[in-house]
């Protein structure tokens, strides 16, 4: 993706937010590249926290860095494999959440991201995502398509 970063204006007042703060801190100007690298690098969790309180402009640009981070073969390398089941339960846990309080923030880039969930919810085995820790994926992804549908 070619496409600059989203501007600080993008971001907003992040002043009297303290997990939008520490989101802009951590990828505020980071291209879709070096947004890549932050998910094979940092703590998994704590970039997903800061993609679901990000504003839309943001949210979307980097979801799509996320989206094709969950679907590389690098998930399954970094971290020895351990944060793929993290990485493709949280995709689409973030999808469903967009989907069930801000339909508008998520619905430019939907076409993009309902091909990769359906790609993952048919992959739970091969991303070791035990269902008695995450539910089965394919109970999630009609959830997102009923979602979708609404939206």
């Given at each position: 993706?070619?496409?600059?970063?989203?501007?600080?204006?993008?971001?907003?007042?992040?002043?009297?937010?303290?997990?939008?703060?520490?989101?802009?801190?951590?990828?505020?100007?980071?291209?879709?590249?070096?947004?890549?690298?932050?998910?094979?690098?940092?703590d998994l969790?704590?970039?997903?926290?800061?993609?679901?309180?990000?504003?839309?402009?943001?949210?979307?640009?980097?979801?799509?860095?996320?989206?094709?981070?969950?679907?590389?073969?690098?998930?399954?390398?970094?971290?020895?494999?351990?944060?793929?089941?993290?990485?493709?339960?949280?995709?689409?846990?973030?999808?469903?959440?967009?989907?069930?309080?801000?339909?508008?923030?998520?619905?430019?880039?939907?076409?993009?991201?309902?091909?990769?969930?359906q790609?993952?919810?048919?992959?739970?085995?091969?991303?070791?995502?035990?269902?008695?820790?995450?539910?089965?994926?394919?109970?999630?992804?009609?959830?997102?398509?009923?979602?979708?549908?609404a939206?």
């Amino acid at each position: 993706m070619d496409l600059p970063p989203p501007s600080t204006a993008d971001w907003g007042d992040i002043a009297g937010d303290f997990d939008l703060d520490y989101a802009f801190r951590k990828f505020g100007g980071q291209t879709y590249r070096e947004a890549i690298r932050l998910f094979e690098t940092t703590d998994l969790l704590s970039r997903v926290e800061d993609l679901s309180v990000m504003p839309d402009i943001a949210f979307r640009y980097y979801m799509l860095a996320y989206r094709d981070f969950v679907l590389s073969p690098r998930v399954f390398e970094v971290n020895y494999g351990i944060d793929a089941s993290t990485a493709a339960d949280s995709f689409l846990n973030l999808i469903m959440r967009r989907l069930e309080t801000s339909p508008a923030s998520i619905k430019p880039i939907l076409s993009a991201l309902l091909p990769a969930a359906q790609y993952i919810s048919e992959r739970q085995v091969e991303y070791s995502a035990d269902e008695d820790i995450y539910g089965k994926f394919s109970d999630a992804m009609l959830r997102i398509q009923a979602l979708a549908v609404a939206a």
